[in-house]
């Protein structure tokens, strides 16, 4: 197969910064490997580089255009994979704040109006209250210590400021039921508890997430 030349290459990842303002590197580096590849396939048809160029291009036209709402800027075929991720993310959360919640009543639903019911049922509220706490404390601390300049690390950037409001309107929540401003109750705990433990899920899986594409940028930085 007749390989392209480092200047088609170059013309390809400068038409691809020019058009689709595709500007992280890892990204472009990945879409350049696969449209040169498709080209070099044209290629083997007897067509010219240029004609190959525009073909390839219309193929990929809808699929570079950059995607809207949650994954704004990204390009459609990188946003679709990641979408898909968030998703089977979200059902995982979901299953890990139901058996959460399913733990605490099944434990301490029982014994609730004991003085032990009651304080275990307080102390695992506490608990989880707190380890929200603490998690955010950590990534936090992770975002302003190491700045990722990759597509996933810019994305993941952003994520952490939607999950810190989220985490916050839990710590808000705790507060205004301390201060009896909001109704508390069986209702109230059991939401708590199901959408904290979802909260933390999610914020426990950043955290992965972002030390994952730490590594990544420190290789990448050394190719």
């Excluded at 193929?59 to 990188?78: E, M, N, S, Y």
């Amino acid at each position: 197969m007749e390989a392209l030349t480092s200047h088609q290459l170059q013309h390809i990842d400068q038409f691809l910064i020019e058009h689709y303002r595709l500007y992280y590197i890892d990204l472009r580096a990945e879409v350049v490997d696969h449209i040169a590849s498709d080209i070099e396939v044209e290629l083997q048809n007897e067509k010219s580089y240029e004609e190959a160029f525009i073909l390839v291009f219309s193929k990929w036209d809808a699929l570079l255009k950059p995607a809207k709402g949650f994954f704004r800027g990204i390009p459609q075929f990188v946003a679709t994979q990641w979408r898909k991720e968030r998703m089977i993310r979200g059902g995982k959360a979901l299953l890990f704040g139901v058996l959460t919640t399913l733990l605490y009543g099944g434990g301490f639903h029982q014994l609730m109006d004991s003085d032990q019911g009651h304080w275990l049922g307080l102390g695992f509220f506490a608990l989880l209250f707190l380890s929200g706490v603490v998690v955010y404390i950590r990534n936090f601390s992770l975002v302003k210590k190491t700045a990722l300049h990759t597509a996933t690390g810019s994305f993941l950037r952003i994520e952490f400021k939607r999950l810190g409001l989220v985490q916050s309107t839990f710590a808000v929540m705790a507060l205004l039921s301390q201060l009896k401003l909001m109704p508390k109750g069986d209702w109230f705990i059991y939401n708590y508890i199901l959408m904290g433990s979802i909260a933390l899920f999610y914020m426990v899986h950043w955290h992965m997430d972002y030390q994952k594409e730490k590594l990544y940028q420190i290789k990448w930085k050394t190719v």
